[in-house]
């Protein structure tokens, strides 16, 4: 399988990377700043720089050639300004269907954020503008005829992978290793698990595998 990650220079993405390549699959990982290359094939990854930004579908379908699947792992980050929000956490995550549908790429994973639904569309506060734009994105995504899976991490936690889980519509509020966020995409693409589903996921007493696959959200 050839999968192209948008964000490919976050956390998460640099291990999905190397969860792809020791199994033998091919992981495409857009990142903006070339200086990231080096770690990106550290991680098993081939680099291609893209802005998401300054670019528009057709250009990034065209870079989309052969790949089977998309993940999109990519934000604006902390300390970013609230116009970022919008143009990378929801404009970059749409910019993505949008290549991948003229591409004939079907597989579309999107690491969303928890509770991102529940925004306050009066208030100018960061942390809202920030979900309102995962809201929007998420909206999108699940109104095209993709195979698409959107996951909704609590808090994330730069620990290893315990392997356990609790996903659901809706969890509480909890926290989850970056590793196993990483895992549950790898599993939804590699597996086929969680196609057309949103979920939130926090640590639990699941087996990993076992809880994505049933998943009915």
């Known amino acids: 399988m050839r999968v192209a990650i948008a964000g ?3 956390k998460i993405a640099l291990i999905l990377e ?3 390549a020791d199994a033998g699959h091919e992981a495409i990982a857009i990142v903006r700043n070339p200086e990231h290359g080096s770690d990106v094939l550290v991680a098993g990854g081939i680099p291609i ?3 998401l930004e300054a670019t528009d579908a057709a250009t990034l379908a065209a870079d989309l050639a052969g790949v089977d699947a998309v993940v999109f792992a990519a934000g604006a980050g902390a300390g970013s300004t609230a116009e970022r929000k919008d143009t990378v956490d929801r404009d970059g995550a749409i910019l993505l ?3 991948a549908e003229s591409a004939g790429i079907r597989r579309y994973v999107l690491v969303s954020a928890m509770g991102a639904d529940g925004f306050d569309p009066d ?3 960061i942390f809202q503008i920030y979900l309102r734009a995962k809201s929007e994105a998420d909206a999108n995504l699940r109104a095209r005829d993709l195979d698409w899976t959107i996951v909704r991490p609590g808090g994330l936690l730069d620990e290893p ?8 519509e809706s969890t ?4 989850i290793p970056r590793a196993d966020v990483a895992a549950l995409v790898f599993a ?3 597996d086929g698990y969680g196609v057309r589903t949103q979920f939130e996921a926090i640590s639990g007493d699941v087996p990993l595998v076992e809880a994505l696959a049933a998943v009915k959200y």
């Open 8 to 10: 490919g220079h976050g």
């Open 18 to 20: 190397k969860l792809l």
């Open 49 to 51: 720089v893209v802005d």
């Open 97 to 99: 269907a949008d290549a």
């Open 123 to 125: 208030s100018d506060d």
């Open 161 to 168: 992978a315990t392997g356990r889980v609790s996903l659901g």
């Open 172 to 175: 509480g509020r909890g926290t």
């Open 188 to 190: 939804a693409l590699t």
